[in-house]
């Protein structure tokens, strides 16, 4: 059973930065893809950026320019630098991991809260 551990939400301004963390257990390269989902009060949790095992990035469209996926290998770690944000970036971020037979993993879910 695959744990994967987040840090970094917290609360900031419109326009601030913030870095979520994501440690997964078992090592990143036993996962297909990991990356980033987040679910807005009231809305569908939507995937906002995800690494694939290649190194291939995929990123939400209404995010592209602002926010950055990237990973350690060696710390089995996989972040997410979020800047400008925005109040609708507000919602419970999840670090998601997908095994390569399919089989989803989710974190605990960490809130970003950006204030106007």
């Known amino acids: 059973q695959a744990q994967l551990v987040e840090s970094g939400g917290g609360a900031v301004q419109s326009g601030g930065s913030l870095t979520l963390s994501c440690t997964i257990s078992g090592g990143i390269f036993r996962y297909r893809n990991v990356g980033w989902y987040r679910q807005a009060p009231g809305k569908q949790r939507e995937e906002v950026a995800t690494?694939?095992?290649?190194?291939?990035?995929n990123i939400l469209d209404g995010v592209k320019g602002r926010f950055t996926i990237s990973r350690d290998n060696d710390m089995n770690t996989i972040y997410l630098q979020m800047n400008s944000l925005k109040p609708e970036d507000t919602a419970v971020y999840y670090c998601?991991?997908?095994?390569?037979?399919?089989?989803?993993?989710w974190g605990q879910g960490t809130q970003v809260t950006v204030s106007s």
């Open positions: 998601h991991a997908r095994e390569r037979d399919g089989s989803d993993y």
């Open positions: 690494i694939f095992a290649t190194g291939l990035p």
